[in-house]
């Protein structure tokens, strides 16, 4: 019986922990479904600063700006990278010409959202 009680309170941890998840999570999916719905990018960008800097104010923690300069700089970098030697083709070209103004945007938070989760799993 105190067996179940701590496979319980395991699956209980568990549980809030893939929740947590989901919800730092959040704020790149919006980011990804208004890519279909905005097809203006320099718009869509100015909306994803407001969700950036919206998410920063309701919960910031240590260092999340400098993992969202990195994922921003080294993700710009490979995908230049990747579209130079045709691994990926972007219709939407507003960034270099080769890109979308966006993509080093949602990259950056995507880092973001990667750390925490990372966290809140205790990896």
């Given at each position: 019986m105190n067996e179940?009680?701590?496979?319980?309170?395991?699956k209980d941890r568990d549980l809030?922990?893939?929740l947590k998840i989901i919800y730092e999570a959040i704020p790149v999916i919006i980011m990804v479904i208004l890519i279909?719905?905005?097809k203006n990018d320099y718009f869509l960008s100015l909306i994803y600063i407001i969700?950036?800097?919206?998410?920063l104010y309701f919960k910031?923690?240590?260092?999340?700006?400098?993992?969202?300069?990195?994922?921003f700089?080294?993700?710009?970098?490979?995908e230049t990278l990747f579209i130079q030697t045709g691994v990926e083709v972007f219709n939407r070209k507003t960034l270099f010409g080769i890109m979308p103004l966006w993509l080093p945007i949602l990259?950056?938070?995507g880092f973001i959202a990667i750390k925490r989760s990372i966290k809140i799993l205790n990896l």
């Open positions: 179940k009680k701590v496979v319980n309170k395991n809030k922990k893939y279909a719905l905005i969700i950036l800097i919206a998410s910031y923690e240590k260092k999340d700006y400098l993992i969202f300069i990195f994922g700089l080294i993700m710009t970098l490979f990259w950056g938070y």
